[in-house]
């Protein structure tokens, strides 16, 4: 091996290693090789010997000497002449670590894909102009909300506005995002959107292909393989992407000169990263519109408390339909109380009947050759059952879960099962109710599958389409046809179609959940079924089996989702919940929380809630040992609301300095989770 010689100029490289360990999440000095001298630069991947092993690390700059009294190692190899970590990427990525409590590293894995040799070898430098036609849109679905042509014009002018935009029902989302955001492209500027799923994702493509080509629309998934993904990577990061639409992860993408920023329903969880420190999209994006300058929007046809409080502290602005928009495009809204629509629920058989306001509405629709959407809240047959003389909930024998009928594999029904726990999977054929003794069951919720079956009783002519679960159908024809969908897997009507009606069931089992989003969850699940159903003046209709006094209905009733967001932000206030303060889960054994209280130096006015047992269903990450640890604790830490990274930065601390100390039990750190339990 050829001796390697100190480069002549800024011999030194500071790397930041990608370990994932806190206590290590700093800079390390190491000496360039003058051969690795011109492709060292500041942002590139490098490989490193750390402890013995060869490890990836970012070089976070040059110097002409280092602080460091012993000797240095060379860095073993640059990795790509490629900058995958740019100025801008390290402060974002530094705010987000501070903010969240988390390691640099980790957040970095997250948001550079994989090296890819071959991506690298793909065609660069070809203008963005240049790799299609494109055509001028039209923005004119913007005049339907108040002041929403002053926003469109100050977006185009490259001023930062920013907004949390409620979608009018019934309007097409991806049409005016891909009308806005080609607008901004064609004037040289950055766009990137970002949404919870791969269905919304393939409508947004669809949008934007009437203005650009697929060569110049961007697209990054979890689906995208790894070449594709780092080769998307390097064109956004080359400035050949102007346009980057894409799930969670593509809140990274390093568009140049970003002038757009988009975020679509940021109350679903599909946006909050699975791996630490659980980064949510709106939080990425959020912070890159402060840094960067440039426009935000938080869309979504509901709206969340965390979008409220931007809103309420004058960082955001309404972005809302106008009256008489939303008169012309909402469908007729009914409650008709918690069992309006009642299906038979007795397990022991029994007549369908559907209330008269559901019956007649669902009548109409189909009689007008339009579909019916049944929006149900859970995919299975009778997934929760209680007993039929007390209705004290059915719980399993052995492990006390819940019991529920599951549907059979052969026929999608439920009458040849038993009912079976649904945590242990146990099945209880002789069930009594240990209450009063009875061996009656009902369902507490029906399933989807359960559902399906009773409409399909009361309407025998009419074709049953079911989505959910891993069945899920994108897209029917227009046509009569009985829907039965879980919230989310809600297919579209073909060519711009509507619904005819909408039957909202078994409301309680959303808004009976016990998490603190349960109702802001709830309503948007209603509202995003609501908007696919044609307007009132053509007949649409939606059953809501909810009691009308309830003010979540009410507000639904009325389209009034700022009013929703606002007494729902008003509700956590009251309790000291986020968003209205901030709070972190810790998440470990007794022995570890202590440890790492004693280390923590908290916030003034912090507050400390707990421990107490993980929520059901909540397990700590890798295989934890319980007779060694102990039954897994969960502490919240509450402070008011401050400085962002004030929070973040004690806990990012405190766990630097557990690691340095080697404390081998499992600790989860979430700062203002989505879920608390």
Request: with cysteine.
């Amino acid at each position: 091996m050829p001796k390697k010689t100190p480069a002549a100029h800024q011999p030194v490289a500071r790397v930041l290693p990608l370990l994932g360990v806190s206590h290590l999440d700093r800079a390390f000095d190491y000496l360039i090789d003058e051969e690795d001298s011109a492709a060292a630069q500041p942002g590139v991947r490098v490989r490193i010997r750390f402890n013995g092993r060869l490890v990836d690390a970012i070089l976070l700059s040059r110097v002409s000497d280092s602080d460091f009294d012993g000797s240095l190692r060379f860095i073993d190899r640059v990795i790509s002449p490629f900058a995958v970590y740019t100025p801008v990427m390290s402060s974002l990525v530094e705010s987000l670590a501070a903010r969240y409590g988390g390691v640099r590293s980790d957040i970095i894995r997250t948001a550079i894909p994989a090296r890819h040799a071959k991506a690298e070898e793909a065609d660069l430098n070809t203008p963005w102009e240049e790799l299609g036609a494109t055509e001028h849109p039209d923005l004119s679905t913007w005049t339907n909300y108040v002041h929403g042509q002053s926003f469109v014009d100050s977006v185009l002018a490259g001023h930062i506005a920013r907004a949390a935009w409620q979608i009018v029902p019934g309007a097409s989302w991806a049409d005016a995002l891909a009308g806005l955001g080609t607008s901004v492209a064609l004037k040289g500027g950055g766009v990137l959107i970002v949404v919870p799923d791969q269905r919304d994702l393939d409508q947004l493509e669809s949008a934007f292909r009437r203005y650009v080509s697929a060569k110049q629309i961007t697209v990054l998934a979890h689906s995208t393989g790894p070449q594709a993904r780092y080769r998307r990577y390097l064109s956004a990061l080359t400035g050949q992407s102007r346009i980057v639409i894409g799930t969670r992860s593509a809140a990274f993408a390093p568009v140049q000169d970003l002038q757009l920023a988009v975020i679509l329903g940021d109350g679903d969880d599909n946006l909050v990263d699975n791996l630490k420190p659980y980064v949510h999209a709106r939080e990425v994006l959020s912070t890159r519109s402060a840094l960067e300058g440039c426009s935000l929007i938080v869309a979504g046809h509901s709206r969340t408390a965390e979008a409220q409080l931007l809103v309420d502290s004058g960082w955001a602005h309404d972005l809302v339909p106008t009256p008489e928009a939303i008169t012309a495009s909402k469908p007729d809204i009914v409650p008709v109380g918690p069992f309006g629509v009642n299906l038979t629920r007795q397990m022991q058989g029994g007549t369908t009947s559907v209330a008269a306001a559901a019956f007649h509405a669902t009548r109409a629709a189909l009689g007008r050759g339009e579909p019916v959407l049944v929006q149900v809240p859970r995919k299975g047959y009778a997934p929760i059952l209680a007993c039929g003389q007390c209705s004290a909930p059915a719980r399993c024998r052995h492990c006390n879960g819940p019991l529920g009928l599951p549907a059979t594999a052969e026929s999608g029904t439920s009458s040849a099962s038993l009912p079976t726990c649904r945590w242990c999977g146990r099945v209880d054929a002789h069930y009594r109710c240990p209450d009063c003794g009875s061996p009656r069951l009902r369902a507490i919720v029906l399933g989807s599958e359960r559902t399906a079956e009773e409409l399909g009783r009361a309407f025998p002519q009419t074709r049953v389409i079911q989505s959910g679960g891993s069945k899920v159908v994108d897209e029917i024809p227009l046509g009569p046809a009985l829907v039965i969908a879980t919230p989310g897997a809600e297919p579209r009507v073909e060519a711009g179609g509507h619904y005819g009606a909408a039957l909202l069931v078994e409301t309680g089992a959303l808004l009976g959940r016990q998490d603190l989003r349960a109702t802001e969850d709830a309503l948007s699940k209603w509202a995003a079924a609501a908007t696919l159903v044609c307007p009132a003046a053509d007949g649409g209709v939606v059953i809501i089996a909810a009691d009308e006094e309830l003010p979540v209905v009410s507000f639904l009733v009325n389209w009034d989702m700022v009013g929703a967001a606002s007494a729902e932000l008003s509700a956590r206030r009251e309790v000291r919940f986020p968003p209205a303060v901030h709070m972190a889960a810790i998440d470990g054994a007794d022995a570890s929380l202590d440890s790492f209280l004693e280390l923590a130096e908290l916030p003034e006015h912090a507050e400390l809630l707990g421990p107490v047992p993980l929520p059901p269903g909540v397990s700590l990450p890798g295989d934890y040992d319980r007779e060694r640890g102990g039954e897994p604790q969960r502490l919240l830490i509450r402070t008011p609301l401050g400085p962002r990274a004030e929070l973040g930065s004690a806990l990012r601390t405190a766990n630097a300095l557990r690691s340095a100390r080697k404390d081998v039990l499992p600790l989860r750190i979430a700062v203002d989770p989505i879920n608390i339990g």
